[in-house]
């Protein structure tokens, strides 16, 4: 249990820390997730095939490569191609990105990939009337997605997204091979200078599990809450 | 573009993808079968035996892969008696150990999708069967199971594809699969592009076949 101690006799504060990280990066990159799903979605829906096409490239991309090879992608490719576009504009000094911001990216792109998916199914499954009605009420285009179809497709698909957050949350672990100190890559640190490994994996297990189990319960609060009324 | 280097590195890239397919294929197998028996757990009527089902397969869905592999290949030889017994044979490769760690993971996957599969099983099925009289054993064999393998196909099919990347983490613990080869070829050559777009390529092939091979097995076995 001293193992577990704060300050600095022993690793618990470093826990802490590394799990608010392992937080911090699920919801930056489940952000990230929903703008690429925000720009990504009206493609998959629009009526022209080539739009359609460049979502259907990213989603089957994304969704039938491993994690980790993404995430070496960005690692190795992320400050190579930020120094590329800088030197478009002129400057030519070494740009070196920090972990947090190459981390959250690569998970955000992934998470954004099952997202779009979540939310074309959700607006799919919206009745045809509900568009028709909302269009003869005369509401403007802003107004028909805002008032009316974005709420219905959010009790829909809050389920699913519950599950991407999870699928998002998992993937935080990968990012521990670049470096960036969440979880994983504590555990890691402790687990080699205690020489105990099985207890300090064991623990980020317990770590994981309590943040699955207490988002699972926030989402069940919000599922009841957009369910008003069904 | 580097052109040669992507021509270079496919041969590699191909090889590697071997030892892939093999920790995908040893570990589905092995998973199913702790997919079926957790799955029976599941629909004991003892509670006690249904808790523990249901415990394990939360454990192995609520925690990252690879805080699973780290535990049975880091962890695992920090007991001393393990290192003693035969098991350590076995626990001292990190191919064994992947692989103990994607079955347990898949197992835990798979039991759920079984427990589904057998719950949609219409009571009116297997009553029918008892009153011809046919033994429970039977009924089992011969009646649920291929109804319940028929049900679980969609369910299933996405848990090959998403053990299919799973095994990707293999790399982490000093196995040479395609991911593993991927990054040394991008650590050696900083050309991470070129490596992604042809390792890429070969896993979206896989992911390509196994779809359509589900999609086939689905039509053969659909009940119309």
């Keep these: 249990m001293e193992l577990l101690a704060f300050g600095d006799t022993g690793w618990g504060d470093e826990l802490f820390r590394a799990t608010l990280m392992t937080i911090a990066v699920s919801i930056t990159a489940m952000v990230i997730g929903f703008s690429f799903a925000g720009i990504f979605t009206p493609l998959k829906l629009s009526k022209f095939k080539s739009l359609n096409l460049v979502a259907n490239i990213y989603t089957t991309v994304i969704r039938g490569v491993p994690e980790l090879l993404v995430i070496y992608l960005f690692f190795f490719g992320g400050s190579g191609a930020i120094m590329f576009v800088a030197s478009m504009f002129g400057y030519n000094e070494y740009i070196e990105i920090n972990a947090f911001v190459t981390g959250s990216f690569a998970i955000g792109i992934i998470s954004g990939a099952y997202s779009t998916e979540v939310f074309r199914g959700a607006i799919q499954s919206i009745d045809k009337g509900q568009f028709e009605a909302a269009k003869v009420l005369g509401f403007s285009k802003f107004k028909q997605f805002y008032k009316i179809i974005l709420p219905q497709m959010l009790r829909l698909a809050i389920p699913n997204l519950s599950n991407v957050w999870q699928i998002t949350l998992k993937d935080t672990s990968l990012i521990s091979v670049t470096g960036l100190v969440e979880i994983m890559r504590q555990s890691y640190i402790a687990a080699g200078s205690t020489r105990d490994p099985l207890f300090f994996y064991s623990f980020a297990a317990v770590l994981y599990l309590m943040l699955t189990y207490l988002s699972m319960k926030l989402i069940n609060k919000l599922e009841v809450k957009y369910s008003r009324g069904y | ?224």
């Excluded at chain 2, 008696?81 to 347990?104: H, M, Q």
């Excluded at chain 2, 990707?168 to 395609?178: E, F, G, K, P, R």
């Excluded at chain 2, 650590?187 to 777009?197: C, D, G, L, R």
């Design chain 2, 1 to 224: 573009m580097d052109f040669e280097l992507m021509s270079n590195s496919f041969p590699k890239l191909i090889s590697a993808a071997v030892i892939t397919l093999k920790l995908l294929s040893v570990s589905l197998i092995v998973g199913l079968f702790i997919g079926l028996f957790f799955a029976l757990l599941r629909l004991h009527k003892n509670s006690f035996v249904n808790k523990f089902a249901y415990g394990y397969s939360y454990v192995f869905r609520g925690t990252p892969l690879l805080v699973q592999i780290f535990i049975i290949y880091f962890g695992l030889g920090q007991i001393e008696y393990l290192r003693s017994t035969v098991l350590w044979v076995i626990l001292k490769e990190p191919y064994w150990c992947a692989i103990i760690a994607f079955a347990l993971n898949t197992g835990a996957y798979t039991s759920e999708i079984l427990r589904s599969a057998f719950q949609t099983i219409k009571p009116g099925i297997i009553e029918a069967g008892k009153s011809l009289g046919i033994p429970n054993k039977i009924i089992f064999y011969k009646i649920q199971i291929p109804i319940a393998i028929r049900q679980s196909l969609p369910a299933y099919g996405n848990e090959i594809i998403l053990m299919m990347k799973g095994t990707s983490l293999a790399s982490t613990v000093t196995i040479m699969d395609l991911t593993g080869v991927a990054k040394y070829i991008i650590s050696t050559t900083f050309k991470p592009i070129e490596v992604f777009i042809v390792a890429g390529g070969i896993y979206l092939f896989m992911t390509f076949l196994i779809h359509n091979v589900i999609k086939f097995l689905e039509k053969k076995y659909s009940f119309n």
